[in-house]
C-alpha cells in the first residue's frame, strides 16, 4: 500500500522553529517529486514547497522564502520541511503530496501560540 | 505567476450531475495538467482527477475531468451525485516554478 505519513507537528511559540517529516512506503520513493502544502482553520489548500526526485530543483512560495526549507533524504524516504522564525499565521495543518497520481498524507498540525 | 478561479459553493440535488469550474488566470490552461481534491469535513484531501482527465484507481467513473481552451478553464464533473460527494474540491496546477490552488468550492448535495 502507497503511504504517506507526516510527523512532527505540535505546540511552538512565536519565533521558535520545527522540522516536520514526511515518511513515505510502498512505492519508488527516488522516483517522485513531492510538496509540502499547509491548510490554515477554516482555509483552504496553500503551497509551499517542492523539490524533484535527486533534490536538484526546489522550489519554494514567495511568501516562505526564507522561513522555510525543503529537503529530502532518499535513503531514509523521507521528505523535511524546516520552518524557522515561526509567527502564528503559520498554525495550519501541514500536508505532504506526492507527484504522480497524487498521493496525501493525513497531515501533522502545527500551532503556533505564545 | 497565475491564479487559479473557483466558484465559492454550489448545490445540487441527488441524483443529478454537476459540473465545477476553475478558471486560470493568466498563460494556457493546457499549458500544464490541472488535478482536482475532494476535501470532507475533518479529513485530509484525497485526488479524484489527475492529469487533467486520469482517474485514480478507486475513483468512481461518475468523477470526470476536462479542460477547455476557449475558456481557459478546467472543468470536474460529477454524475449521479451522491450524498457523500458533499465535500470541499480543489483544482491545482502548475507553472514554471510554482504550484497553485485554486480557492475550492464547496459542494453540497441536498
Known amino acids: 500500500e502507497e503511504k504517506l505519513v507526516e510527523s512532527g507537528g505540535g505546540l511552538v511559540k512565536p519565533g521558535e522553529s520545527l522540522r516536520l517529516s514526511c515518511a513515505a512506503s510502498g512505492f519508488d520513493f527516488s522516483s517522485f517529486s513531492f510538496s509540502w502544502v499547509r491548510q490554515a482553520p477554516g482555509k483552504g489548500l496553500e503551497w509551499l514547497s517542492s523539490i524533484n526526485g535527486g533534490s536538484s530543483l526546489i522550489y519554494h512560495a514567495d511568501s516562505m522564502k526564507g522561513r522555510f526549507t525543503i529537503s529530502r533524504d532518499n535513503a531514509k524516504n523521507s521528505v523535511f520541511l524546516q520552518m524557522n522564525t515561526l509567527r502564528a499565521e503559520d498554525t495550519a495543518v501541514y500536508y505532504c503530496?506526492?507527484?504522480?497520481?497524487?498521493?496525501w498524507g493525513p497531515g501533522t498540525l502545527v500551532t503556533v501560540s505564545s | 505567476n497565475f491564479m487559479l478561479t473557483q466558484p465559492h459553493s454550489v448545490s445540487e440535488s441527488p441524483g443529478k450531475t454537476i459540473t465545477l469550474s476553475c478558471t486560470r488566470s493568466?498563460?494556457?490552461?493546457?499549458?500544464?495538467?490541472v488535478q482536482w481534491f475532494q476535501q470532507r469535513p475533518g479529513s485530509a484531501p484525497t485526488t479524484v482527477v489527475y492529469e487533467s482527465d486520469q482517474r485514480p484507481s478507486g475513483v468512481p467513473d461518475r468523477f470526470s475531468g476536462s479542460i477547455d481552451s476557449s475558456s481557459n478553464s478546467a472543468s470536474l464533473t460529477i454524475s449521479g451525485l451522491k450524498t457523500e460527494d458533499e465535500a470541499d474540491y480543489y483544482c491545482?496546477?502548475?507553472?514554471?516554478?510554482?504550484?497553485?490552488f485554486g480557492g475550492g468550492t464547496r459542494l453540497t448535495v441536498l
Open positions: 503530496l506526492r507527484d504522480g497520481v497524487p498521493l
Open positions: 491545482h496546477s502548475y507553472a514554471s516554478a510554482s504550484r497553485v
Open positions: 493568466s498563460g494556457s490552461i493546457a499549458s500544464a495538467y
